[in-house]
């Protein structure tokens, strides 16, 4: 039996340190950020451009991220994308969520009875 997908709701609360996480690593624009969750999620997360956009926009407005128009050509169809790159904000906010994630994980395994 195959693991379910994660969709919507189930990551609500945590979609913005997950983020965080992926430009932690590196700048990307929109659609890679997209593609690095489904990868890091190994399949298991089902990720929508026009659900990442609006919360994208919402970090960057709260200072976690910024956001630079890419001005290469080199290897890019289409038109112009912007790259987000995490601000110390942004890293001090991804620290506080791997610690709210912790104890989430913590509690509800205790409740539950597994561990992640």
Same mark, same amino acid.
């Given at each position: 039996?195959?693991? %379910?997908?994660?969709?919507?709701?189930?990551?609500?609360?945590?979609?913005?340190?997950?983020?965080?996480?992926?430009?932690?690593?590196? %700048?990307?624009?929109?659609?890679?950020?997209?593609?690095?969750?489904?990868? @890091?999620?190994?399949?298991?997360?089902?990720? @929508?451009?026009?659900?990442?956009? %609006?919360?994208?926009?919402?970090?960057?407005?709260?200072?976690?991220?910024?956001?630079?128009?890419?001005?290469?050509?080199?290897?890019?169809?289409? %038109?112009? @994308?912007?790259?987000?790159?995490?601000?110390?904000?942004?890293? @001090?906010?991804?620290?506080?969520?791997?610690?709210?994630?912790?104890?989430?994980?913590?509690?509800?395994?205790?409740?539950?009875?597994?561990?992640?």
């Amino acid at each position: 039996m195959s693991e %379910p997908t994660i969709q919507g709701d189930r990551l609500r609360g945590h979609l913005e340190a997950m983020i965080l996480a992926i430009l932690d690593r590196e %700048p990307a624009h929109g659609f890679d950020v997209v593609k690095k969750l489904e990868a @890091r999620g190994e399949g298991a997360l089902q990720m @929508r451009e026009g659900t990442i956009y %609006p919360v994208l926009y919402r970090m960057e407005a709260a200072g976690l991220i910024k956001a630079q128009w890419d001005e290469s050509e080199e290897g890019r169809k289409g %038109p112009q @994308r912007k790259v987000y790159t995490l601000t110390r904000k942004g890293q @001090r906010q991804l620290a506080k969520g791997r610690e709210q994630w912790q104890h989430f994980v913590q509690v509800v395994g205790g409740i539950i009875g597994g561990t992640a």
